[in-house]
């Protein structure tokens, strides 16, 4: 599994508490104070350390040196200008039948909003219409929170 942002901490222990028992956290960050803080977090946790793999730097950079087809899920949550990128990186990283997730797709109620027309908003709108018109993928809206955005990759 990929984490690309969010500080890597809470969200990587619910997603780490929820994967098999040897799946392993890839957590990309730019900020490595954070990454730092989510490994305090999981031994907090009581998580084994060789559960999560920290790569510091940003998401746009190391994501495409990850393995093709070798991830059963993408988490993202990060500079919403570059989800739109995220994706395309998602689809390529994801096995058939993995899932991608953008966190914040309601985005404050920006997005329904017409008159919102901020990079960020923007940015959050074009990946929902990528995912809703790409026949590759299920899209789902879980209007819980800020909004998350899911899609399963289809097996081809």
Partial sequence: MVEVGSGCGVSGIWLLRGMRGDGVLTSVDVDQENQRLAR??????????GRARMIPGRALEVLPRLTDGAYDMVFCDAVKQEYPEYLTEALRLLRPGGVVAFDNALWHDRVADPSRQDPDTAAIREVGRAIREDDRLVPLLLPVGDGLLCALKRDR
């Fill in 40 to 49: 305090q977090a999981y031994a907090e946790a009581g998580l084994p350390t």
